[in-house]
């Protein structure tokens, strides 16, 4: 029902800045919100950030606050994630989700809040 493309990820060097895009296409329910995730190897896909598609409203995990930032381009239905100063810890398979259920409004980190999943995009960061 709602197809999720993930792009952007690749190789980059300690310190440096990379941007992932997710395209929604497909909905035929309002969205309530779309997120990033990430999981490293062999740890648990653990929350990154997220925004409000009809505020755009953002959160995001204490590991990330202020090196990354989402953006929302609506007439694309596209959000983005800006990455920062990233570090080697940051290293992690990148996975764009999407949610029309009001559970985001209670745990909107936990990844069971999210319906519709991306399939993920690869990110590398090298010291």
């Known amino acids: 029902q709602v197809q999720l493309v993930e792009s952007g990820g690749g190789l980059v060097q300690a310190g440096g800045s990379l941007r992932l895009s997710c395209a929604a296409s497909g909905r035929t329910f309002s969205s309530v919100a779309m997120g990033w995730f990430r999981q490293a190897p062999g740890k648990e896909r653990e929350f990154v950030g997220s925004i409000s598609w009809s505020s755009g409203m953002r959160y995001y995990a204490d590991s990330v606050k202020g090196r990354f930032t989402i953006s929302r381009d609506e007439d694309k239905n596209t959000i983005y994630l800006q990455m920062n100063s990233l570090k080697p810890e940051d290293t992690a398979v990148y996975y764009c989700?999407?949610?029309?259920?009001?559970?985001?409004?209670?745990?909107?980190?936990?990844?069971?809040?999210?319906?519709?999943w991306g399939q993920g995009t690869q990110v590398t960061v090298s010291s």
């Open positions: 989700a999407a949610t029309s259920s009001r559970t985001y409004y209670t745990d909107r980190t936990n990844e069971r809040a999210y319906e519709y």
